[in-house]
């Protein structure tokens, strides 16, 4: 870090709220993706004032900020890749105002997801996304990267939740945009716009959530299927039928056997598992979905299906659904984690093609996802170490995101795009998409000093 | 029109698709807002790459596009305020796509929103917004100002619904953004930029549209209070309890006098009315979210509940409601109706506050809407031709527009920004968001062809 530009910070934030140590430099070089890089320094500012204070000089002095809320994303996104300052928000942690009449939460955006939820919870409501890192991840990057979770199929995502926004621009003024409102027709919608932009359009510093009321009445159901296919077509089945559940959940034949080699939990051999889960207020209303769900399974040579008689069976049924994650690392040092999504008719294509693929190129693997919203999540293992094996999961994940966009999918349906998959954005947007997002950029960002080399449409 | 362009449209969309005849120059001078003001001409294409050679032709000629659907709206978005060429996109009508294992419709932007309805409804399946013009407008409509209606508090607006477009751009090329999959990730979010930017930005020429089942229990229950207080402080407590009712109207005590002197429907002498419904998939659950919302009503004072027990009594309850848009008309020759919204805690203040500002102006007035939303249509008659009255008219709004900015609110829940409330923006945006706003149109469409004079953030 320069003198003058750590004098500067310190001056903006407070000397103890700057450091460019050696330790720090280490630990902001990384995310929970597969990329490293180190940074010039880090700040940790408490006010959206401080941010836009450090935005500004960073237009003085033309260095990159990486906005970082907990570092766990999977696709690079905290990552600077082009050096620049870390701009930690994990500090400015406030949960500013609950609101339950107008259905609002106002956090700042180093709120840690699980702290919203357990605040929501007497009262009975909920952020109805649900990011797999919800204990750890935080609100901000949540809208940075317009993150997901189990519960799309009905609830949606993010960016559904997200009224309005406070965000420092890349020129450090302070914009307040959106509404507190539950609906508004009132010009641009920018704030839907910087969600998901992960970072590259500005740093959002306050974030105006609806919340919702959440269902008090919950089924829980498992099912096995001899085929892969089976499990797939049960699942278009089960959407096709009308039927809404709140969870619908795949695991494959790898995702099964990792769980029955390395735990005592009672599993059948099988292809395929899906994990169902309804919600309502009424007992009624989740079991009249799962009897839809469940019917379509049956057709589809479901067998072994269980279907929980209490909260405790039902945890039980969950804990094989939440061993793989843990569970399937295990076979390589480093893995890459996708989240390609298709149309939900076409998840027995992508599962069939994914296992073709990766099979291919010998590298140990799991598949299991969200396939009642077609986000699946391919886990692919190696060695970094061995030459052919780090050329072969990047031919994988080449050929996963065609298969993906062939298939009328979306190579992130959750993570971003981050470092990632910014060299394949030009396999999903073509270029007359890619040159409007380009537009976008430029107009906002001239000196591309927000999270350079991420999403990348400059490039790509 | 211009002979040489005359000649060029003719050759794009075929001869008997232009027009610039008188009684078409009338009619496309108008929409449903108060104001008027005469195109040059008229096209009726029939595809994407006909509405492209159109932009191409106005880009090189210089005019204005004007994008129009069924003409409904109440700000004046498809009024040709500068002039110029109107593109009337109701021939463009097809239904493309209904795929309900994906959850999607896919439409032309002249597909009439009732049209979607009755093909969806075989399905068990609807589109959840629900504009009271729905039996007239378009769904190009719909997405040129994020449409609400009464279903907005539990299933949302329009563009929650917009997976994904087919745009032309201001200079003619033809853009397809968003994703068909239910969750996507990947880059800016342009899809829902267009979604409520009324034409500016660029013809909105193929949607996608999410779906959804249709809860097929439905309970409808209507309460009489004594003071307008009491129903504001319902609707508070109605959605401060946690319950989720799919509807809930307010009417104020003009809107009751004038469907009770005018009707001969049963109704009370009362100074407020609420019109609740709830939905579901087994009896129970609406029963139960009714009793929520019951309770909260007896707390305020309601009197005369009508708990409807067959779909017969619904719709009678439901025609007291439908009477009020109709029969509010008769007092003056000319009226404007608003969109005003708030947070739902604000609601009681916001009708308190129109009342008082319309009341001193002394014009007639009903003031109703989607309380359970925040969202309230004041609709003010007056006389054109007597000056106090056209004058008083435009301070009554723009004090109305004060209040409601004042309440945290935006001055356009549903109808769009328009030509109507271009001039109050400010109110509502600051100059940093303004400024963002403009920065966006500018990149996007630098010659300003694109429905030049609506939101208008050039200006405002």
Same mark, same amino acid.
């Given at each position: 870090?320069?003198?003058?530009?750590?004098?500067?910070?310190?001056?903006?934030?407070?000397?103890?709220?700057?450091?460019?140590?050696?330790?720090?430099?280490?630990?902001?070089?990384?995310?929970?993706?597969?990329?490293?890089?180190? /940074?010039?320094?880090?700040?940790?500012?408490?006010?959206?004032?401080?941010?836009?204070?450090?935005?500004?000089?960073?237009?003085? @002095?033309?260095?990159?900020?990486?906005?970082?809320?907990?570092?766990?994303?999977?696709?690079?996104?905290?990552?600077?890749?082009?050096?620049?300052?870390?701009?930690?928000?994990?500090?400015?942690?406030?949960?500013?105002?609950? %609101?339950?009449?107008? %259905?609002?939460?106002?956090?700042? /955006?180093?709120?840690?997801?699980?702290?919203?939820?357990?605040?929501?919870?007497?009262?009975?409501?909920?952020?109805?996304?649900?990011?797999?890192?919800?204990?750890?991840?935080?609100?901000?990057?949540?809208?940075?990267?317009?993150?997901?979770?189990?519960?799309?199929?009905?609830?949606?995502?993010?960016?559904?939740?997200?009224?309005?926004?406070?965000?420092?621009?890349?020129?450090?003024?302070?914009?307040?945009?959106?509404? @507190?409102?539950?609906?508004?027709?009132?010009?641009?919608?920018?704030?839907?716009?910087?969600?998901?932009?992960?970072?590259?359009?500005?740093?959002?510093?306050?974030?105006?959530?609806?919340?919702?009321?959440?269902?008090?009445?919950?089924?829980?159901?498992?099912?096995?299927? /001899?085929?892969?296919?089976?499990?797939?077509?049960?699942?278009?089945?089960?959407?096709?039928?009308?039927?809404?559940?709140?969870?619908?959940?795949?695991?494959?034949?790898?995702?099964?056997?990792?769980? %029955?080699?390395?735990?005592?939990?009672?599993?059948?051999?099988?292809?395929?598992?899906?994990?169902?889960?309804?919600?309502?207020?009424?007992?009624?209303?989740?079991?009249?979905?799962?009897?839809?769900?469940?019917?379509?399974?049956?057709?589809?040579?479901?067998?072994?299906?269980?279907?929980?008689?209490?909260?405790?069976?039902?945890?039980?049924?969950?804990?094989?659904?939440?061993?793989?994650?843990?569970?399937?690392?295990?076979?390589?040092?480093?893995?890459?984690?996708?989240?390609?999504?298709?149309?939900?008719?076409?998840?027995?294509?992508?599962?069939?093609?994914?296992?073709?693929?990766?099979?291919?190129?010998?590298?140990?693997?799991?598949?299991?996802?969200?396939?009642?919203?077609?986000?699946? @999540?391919?886990?692919?293992?190696?060695?970094?170490?061995?030459?052919?094996?780090?050329?072969?999961?990047?031919?994988?994940?080449?050929?996963?995101?065609?298969?993906?966009?062939?298939?009328?999918?979306?190579?992130?349906?959750?993570?971003?795009?981050?470092?990632?998959?910014?060299?394949?954005?030009?396999?999903?947007?073509?270029?007359?998409? %890619?040159?409007?997002?380009?537009?976008?950029? @430029?107009?906002?960002?001239?000196?591309?000093?927000?999270?350079?080399?991420?999403?990348?449409?400059?490039?790509?």
């Amino acid at each position: 870090l320069e003198a003058r530009i750590k004098q500067s910070l310190r001056k903006i934030v407070g000397e103890e709220n700057v450091s460019d140590s050696f330790m720090d430099l280490v630990v902001y070089s990384y995310d929970a993706s597969d990329h490293d890089h180190r /940074p010039m320094g880090a700040v940790w500012p408490t006010s959206t004032e401080q941010v836009s204070e450090v935005v500004k000089l960073a237009n003085e @002095h033309g260095f990159p900020v990486i906005p970082r809320g907990a570092g766990t994303g999977l696709a690079g996104g905290a990552v600077p890749v082009l050096g620049g300052l870390v701009v930690d928000l994990s500090r400015m942690n406030r949960i500013l105002e609950i %609101r339950i009449t107008d %259905r609002l939460a106002i956090v700042e /955006p180093g709120v840690v997801y699980m702290d919203l939820q357990n605040t929501l919870a007497p009262y009975g409501f909920f952020f109805p996304p649900d990011p797999a890192s919800g204990k750890a991840c935080t609100l901000g990057g949540n809208v940075a990267t317009n993150a997901g979770g189990l519960r799309a199929a009905k609830y949606g995502v993010t960016r559904d939740y997200v009224m309005g926004l406070k965000v420092v621009l890349p020129d450090g003024r302070i914009m307040k945009t959106g509404s @507190h409102c539950m609906k508004t027709s009132s010009g641009y919608d920018l704030a839907r716009l910087f969600v998901g932009s992960e970072g590259t359009l500005g740093v959002v510093t306050e974030i105006a959530l609806k919340i919702s009321p959440k269902p008090t009445e919950v089924k829980t159901c498992l099912a096995f299927f /001899p085929r892969l296919h089976d499990a797939g077509q049960a699942v278009a089945d089960i959407t096709g039928s009308g039927a809404a559940p709140s969870i619908l959940e795949l695991m494959d034949a790898n995702s099964i056997r990792v769980v %029955r080699a390395r735990t005592s939990l009672d599993i059948p051999e099988a292809d395929a598992m899906l994990l169902v889960e309804t919600d309502g207020f009424t007992e009624k209303e989740p079991a009249f979905q799962m009897d839809k769900a469940i019917k379509a399974m049956e057709k589809n040579h479901a067998f072994n299906i269980r279907y929980a008689k209490s909260a405790k069976e039902a945890e039980d049924l969950w804990s094989i659904r939440k061993a793989v994650a843990i569970l399937a690392s295990g076979a390589r040092p480093n893995s890459v984690s996708g989240d390609v999504t298709v149309p939900v008719s076409r998840v027995p294509e992508l599962v069939d093609g994914i296992e073709e693929i990766i099979t291919r190129y010998g590298l140990p693997y799991v598949v299991f996802g969200h396939a009642g919203d077609g986000n699946m @999540h391919p886990k692919i293992m190696y060695d970094r170490n061995i030459p052919e094996e780090a050329r072969g999961i990047e031919k994988a994940w080449e050929e996963i995101f065609v298969l993906t966009t062939n298939l009328d999918g979306t190579i992130s349906g959750e993570h971003g795009i981050g470092i990632a998959k910014a060299p394949y954005m030009y396999l999903e947007h073509d270029e007359v998409e %890619r040159d409007v997002m380009r537009i976008v950029k @430029h107009a906002l960002d001239p000196r591309n000093l927000m999270n350079p080399g991420k999403i990348d449409v400059e490039k790509s």
